[in-house]
């Protein structure tokens, strides 16, 4: 079923499978946008770095399955934030992520992104009314931002929240850009390299051929952190899965769009091989709880032919996102007792720029530099307190599946993270695990971690 527009005829640089044994200034695990852009930065400023990454390809993970949305507008989030951090942190926070994406369009290939202006807009009145709750967070804070009731969308609207000059991406490509960049650098970076086992005190990583790799400095960018109890991270990570279509359409839009309502939409159009496709998607839940996601594709299936009078769309996909209790990404040393061991992990459906950020803020701490945002990002922020029932409701939500899925599903492979059963995604045709969103195709190989090693099938 995964057949993501942004993987289509995909051309990347041919790359290795590690088959020795490695030492080097920074490993980093995990070869989408974060890990290819923490390993450009690192390179650039002469840090020897190795890049280890389980796929075949860079960047057709999550990167791949991805909106290819890059704009500091991230949802509904600058009212929320403002509810757990200053109005200075706050900032910080919409100042890391323009100032990341300004800086990354610098460097990349012109047919890789396009200028466009980012929307939030609502269909309802509750939903006019969220959007002028956000606008008045944009006034509080500065951040540029425009009301109106004008759109490109095929339908009225009760309101929209506009922010101009923004971005979007071809994801693979935008980070194709940055790969080529690291390599020219001097950056090692292998693919069909699975790390499964991590020694921290010891610093070194072993791959799935036993291939080693010995550090000064480790860096996790694999979306979910293999090393997640640390820190207590596993407690206050939650995991949503979203889905996506394309389908090809006539005219292309000058802006992206991301409804504010409950069930969200998000809307663009993108020119892939001098082709328009119209990009619609929504529907999250969370991730490994539902059984047959099929119904998810036919309501965006639905919807598209309804509203945009789309054919059938060649392409469907869906993405899985991490989320922290207070809406911020972890980025940085993982625990105060760890000073080795870095992450970048909690995106919240906004990784390509929070990606961007966490390359700045990683390399700049493992080269001693300051970043006007790590302490916001750090994974270590004092922030546990406000957020221990969340906290405490995610690991009930993980102890409840381990112990429903002995009960109920005791047929099906257990997950080779931490032992859960897993669960038959007819949809996806996947095993998905409810308790940390390790996903496993058919056959019982690895398609997301944290999860390493495959499943064991009858």
């Known amino acids: 079923m995964q057949n993501s527009l942004w993987l289509k005829n995909v051309e990347t640089p041919p790359l290795s499978t590690l088959s020795t044994s490695l030492d080097c200034d920074v490993c980093i695990v995990g070869g989408g946008l974060s890990g290819i852009y ?18 075949p390809s860079l960047a057709i993970g999550t990167t791949g399955h991805s909106t290819g949305k890059l704009t500091p507008q991230h949802g509904v989030v600058y009212s929320k934030l403002l509810k757990y951090f200053s109005a200075g942190d706050v900032y910080t926070y919409y100042e890391a992520n323009k100032n990341a994406i300004e800086s990354a369009l610098e460097v990349a290939s012109q047919d890789s992104y396009e200028r466009v202006d980012s929307y939030l807009y609502a269909t309802t009145v509750p939903g006019k009314q969220t959007i002028e709750k956000e606008l008045y967070a944009y006034q509080e804070l500065n951040i ?5 009731t004008e759109t490109e969308l095929p339908f009225e609207v009760t309101s929209a929240l506009k922010m101009e000059n923004t971005a979007q991406i071809h994801p693979t490509k935008f980070a194709t850009d940055f790969l080529k960049l690291a390599l020219e650098h001097g950056a090692a970076v292998y693919a069909n390299s699975r790390v499964t086992k991590v020694e921290i005190d010891e610093k070194f990583v072993l791959t799935d051929n036993d291939s080693k790799v010995t550090f000064k400095k480790l860096v996790l960018c694999t979306h979910y952190p293999i090393e997640s109890i640390k820190g207590l991270i596993t407690a206050k990570l939650s995991i949503d899965r979203s889905y996506l279509l394309a389908s090809k359409t ?69 993405a899985q996102d991490p989320n922290t209790p207070d809406l911020v990404p972890y980025i940085g040393q993982i625990s105060e007792d760890t000073p080795d061991l870095y992450i970048a992990t909690g995106y919240r459906k906004w990784g390509l720029s929070s ?26 922020r004092d922030q546990f307190g406000k957020n221990l029932l969340r906290g405490l409701s995610t690991i009930g939500f993980v102890t409840a599946n381990l112990a429903e899925g002995y009960l109920t599903r005791m047929e099906a492979p257990k997950c080779t993270h931490l032992g859960c059963k897993t669960r038959w995604n007819k949809g996806d045709e996947t095993w998905d695990c409810p308790c940390h969103g390790s996903r496993f195709d058919k056959n019982g190989n690895v398609i997301e971690g944290p999860a390493v090693y495959p499943l064991k099938l009858k």
């Open 355 to 380: 990606s961007l950020v966490a390359g700045e803020i990683l390399s700049s701490l493992i080269c001693q530099e300051n970043h006007k945002a790590a302490h916001l990002y750090s994974p270590t």
């Open 38 to 55: 923490t390993a450009y930065l690192l390179a650039k400023k002469g840090v020897n770095v190795v890049l280890l990454e389980a796929k």
């Open 144 to 148: 540029p931002g425009v009301e109106t």
């Open 250 to 318: 006539t005219d292309l839009m000058k802006g992206q769009y991301l409804s504010v309502e409950s069930s969200s939409r998000s809307i663009r159009t993108a020119l892939v091989e001098n082709i328009p496709y119209l990009i619609y998607g929504g529907s999250s839940h969370i991730a490994g709880e539902v059984e047959d996601t099929q119904g998810y594709y036919e309501t965006l299936k639905d919807e598209m032919q309804t509203t945009f009078d789309l054919s059938e769309p060649p392409f469907l996909w869906s």
